[in-house]
């Protein structure tokens, strides 16, 4: 299932169609890295919208770095069509994206259910997003701490009280969780209320290479497709981003079915 899920992903991202048989020619080359994977994703794109003669992903060397003038081209397409975007949901048809500086908070802008009805707006479109709440992992670091606070003080008052103790305990375990929740949303999740419409553009130009990539009349290279199908497979995993390495192994070492 995870796989199923992987090629839906790419094949809706990058346009192009794999084939069952495209993918059992990937999986004969064992074993199958994330690294490989990348580059299978990369060759399957046309040639006129990828850069020639790049190396491989494969190897024990870093991805190819994106050129500073390409990220800049990206970016800024993606600063300019969120604009855009955003007047279309403010409906205010008399101003310019403009009027919405990348310096400018979101939360002056799109507030409560507008957040969630704003990126539905943004997934209509086709465009991968972030995530408006903390991830399972995150939750369950939170749960984790929370869970031993409320063990300790159980732990210190049951000598005393066995019934006062459980409510202590309980009571400061669900205090440690909201709180740790709210803390952890204000700081880590990529909500509107903390973040900048440059910041979300810069996020959604990392999400969607080949979308802005297309605005900005920019080809495709490996580091492109590698920060997408990275992205992709933490998502599909629940692993954090930066533990998906060009050489982990897909099936051996990220346990993917």
């Known amino acids: 299932m995870d796989f199923i899920e992987l090629v839906y992903a790419v094949e809706e991202e990058f346009d192009v169609k794999i084939s069952h048989r495209d993918w059992q020619e990937l ?27 790049e190396s491989s992903l494969t190897a024990d060397s870093s991805p190819p770095e994106l050129t ?14 969120l604009q855009e975007k955003l007047r279309e949901f403010k409906q205010q048809p008399n ?6 500086p990348e310096e400018l908070k979101l939360a002056s802008l799109i507030r409560g259910r507008q957040v969630r009805s704003f990126f539905r707006t943004l997934k209509l479109a086709g465009l991968q997003t972030p995530h408006l709440w903390l991830s399972w992992r995150q939750m369950g670091i939170i749960a984790g701490f929370s869970a031993v606070l409320g063990l300790l003080i159980f732990a210190e008052r ?13 009571f400061a375990f669900l205090l440690a969780y909201v709180g740790g929740l709210i803390a952890g949303k204000r700081w880590f999740a990529a909500t509107p209320s903390t973040k900048t419409v440059g910041q979300l553009a810069d996020h959604l130009a990392a999400l969607n290479p080949r979308f802005f990539g297309r605005l900005a009349a920019v080809k495709l290279n490996r580091l492109q497709v590698w920060i997408f199908v990275q992205k992709c497979l933490a998502d ?3 692993e954090p981003v930066e533990s998906i390495k060009p050489e982990s192994r897909l099936v051996e070492d990220l346990g993917m079915d």
């Open 68 to 81: 500073q003038a390409a990220v800049d081209l990206i970016n800024r397409a993606a600063l300019r069509w």
């Open 236 to 238: 599909l995993l629940g």
């Open 27 to 53: 999986a004969a080359q064992k074993p199958v890295t994330a690294g490989s994977l990348a580059d299978f994703v990369f060759e399957k794109l046309p040639e006129t919208e990828r850069l020639p003669q």
């Open 158 to 170: 049951c000598r005393v009280d066995f019934l006062s103790a459980a409510l202590g305990g309980g």
């Open 95 to 100: 101003h310019s994206s403009l009027d919405f």
